[in-house]
């Protein structure tokens, strides 16, 4: 895709603001992408660190080459803001999760992961008055825009979804399935870190629960169910994997355990499987700690731009994608997540499960980079008018 | 004043307990029909406790919002 310069922003000022590059998650993802739009209209972009800067050939692994040219740059500046005021900022993004910098810029965007705290105009002053200097609110989900208006006093209408996109290689395939699906083989896949902190991706869950299905149902005869996933390196988390491999090898093959795969090996896996499932969030009720959800769920996404048919706990961002009537299923407890499985293996080569594969990587759209930069565009267009 | 009504089907499938929705509907009662939350805070009708009324009401309004969005998601799975 091909973005044009705009041409009032040609050698205007843009900052993206995030201190965790280094550690190249999906928040680092979006920050990228932010800053790829903004040097796409034609600002003189960067994005400012107060930690180390990754090495471009890691970013490169990490996420593909989408953001070779996009300029990072290491500051020492304990005060942002009077660091930057100087500068003429034109457009400034904070993308660092619960940074409560104020906004140096002519517009200021803050980029909302997620609200784990509260921010009261009357208990959190500061942090309330830093807040009130941003133009708008930019929420990376539905689900995440739900909880900021209820958790942080910030005007309604200023808080918007912008969703980050998702990989263009990822979308690039997707455009390719959408003329001819691949061929899938009887397998369920779920990806996600092995870790049992506060984002538990909660493969036990999804072990015990796939095997119970197994014994229950023949239709699940010949299934398998592949984990993939990095493994931390912290005592708790290898405990972790040590007892989901415990499961899979009582299994008799039916659970198999993938850890820290290449990218490409992934993409294989994610071409082949017929069904994905996913247990971030299980079985926390409604209402109920929502930091334990998926804020977006970025792997989903991904799993729906291959054709394989979703399984997914009915909490979090990704039904701003997912039509859980014509595009897969969401479980909220342990006998729907079984019934799932089932229900999906019933549907193995079948028109319905066409319809739900075809519907899945049309609505992704929503995700795409065209969209991303198209949206923010507006917001920035929007903010320069008033 | 305004009046809002929460409706015993919703209230129900919300899962709101009695104590819940009385601090719903108070806090609700206070809200002018329009203007934005920071309007809201900002109006001179509202003292310090109100506006701890509003915010327990927006943290409920966004639970609320989702237990009702999860049985919706839910409601034909077995």
Redesign the interface.
């Known amino acids: 895709m091909e973005t044009k310069p705009h041409p009032s922003f040609a050698g205007q000022l843009a900052v993206v603001f995030n201190d965790y590059m280094h550690t190249l998650g999906g928040g680092e993802r979006s920050a990228l992408a932010y800053a790829r739009a903004l040097m796409d209209f034609g600002f003189e972009t960067e994005i400012l660190t107060r930690n180390e800067v990754p090495k471009a050939s890691r970013i490169q692994e990490t996420f593909g080459n989408e953001f070779a040219d996009v300029p990072i740059r290491k500051i020492s500046a304990r005060q942002l803001y009077s660091y930057l005021k100087p500068a003429g900022v034109m457009v400034f993004v904070n993308h660092t999760f619960l940074s409560f910098e104020p906004n140096p810029g002519k517009i200021g965007f803050y980029s909302q992961m997620f609200p784990e705290r509260t921010v009261r105009r009357h208990e959190h002053s500061r942090e309330w008055a830093a807040l009130q200097t941003y133009s708008s609110l930019l929420c990376n989900s539905s689900f995440t825009q739900t909880y900021s208006l209820g958790r942080w006093d910030f005007p309604a209408e200023k808080t918007h979804v912008l969703i980050p996109p998702i990989s263009s290689a990822v979308i690039q395939a997707r455009d390719q399935y959408k003329k001819f699906l691949p061929t899938k083989k009887k397998q369920f896949l779920n990806l996600g870190r092995f870790n049992p902190g506060v984002h538990n991706k909660n493969q036990k869950i999804i072990i015990e629960a796939f095997l119970a299905a197994c014994n229950e149902s023949t239709a699940l005869k010949d299934w398998t169910l592949v984990l993939c996933g990095n493994r931390n390196q912290d005592s708790a988390s290898e405990q972790y994997y040590s007892d989901c491999q415990g499961l899979a090898d009582k299994s008799n093959g039916l659970v198999k355990l993938r850890a820290n795969l290449p990218v490409d090996e992934l993409h294989q896996l994610l071409e082949d499987s017929f069904g994905y499932v996913h247990g971030t969030g299980a079985f926390v009720p409604a209402g109920v700690s929502p930091e334990k959800c998926e804020h977006f769920g970025l792997a989903i996404a991904e799993a729906m731009a291959h054709g394989c048919i979703p399984l997914v706990y009915a909490r979090g961002g990704i039904f701003d994608v997912l039509d859980q009537k014509n595009g897969g299923f969401a479980y909220a407890n342990r006998q729907q997540l079984i019934a799932g499985f089932q229900k999906i293996s019933q549907m193995y080569s079948s028109e319905d499960a066409y319809q739900f594969q075809i519907s899945n990587v049309s609505s992704l759209d929503r995700v795409s980079r065209e969209h991303f930069t198209q949206r923010l565009l507006e917001l920035i267009l929007g903010e320069i008018r008033t | 004043m305004r009046r809002f009504v929460l409706g015993p089907r919703l209230a129900q499938l919300a899962d709101l307990s009695q104590g819940e929705i009385v601090n719903l509907v108070e806090a609700a009662s206070s809200m002018p029909s329009q203007g934005?939350?920071?309007?809201l805070?900002a109006g001179s009708q509202l003292n310090?406790d109100s506006?701890?009324e509003l915010?327990t009401l927006?943290?409920?309004?966004?639970?609320?919002?989702?237990?009702v969005?999860?049985?919706e998601?839910?409601k034909?799975?077995?």
């Open positions: 934005s939350t920071s309007q805070a310090l506006s701890k915010a927006k943290e409920l309004c966004a639970q609320l919002q989702e237990r969005q999860v049985l998601r839910t034909t799975s077995t």
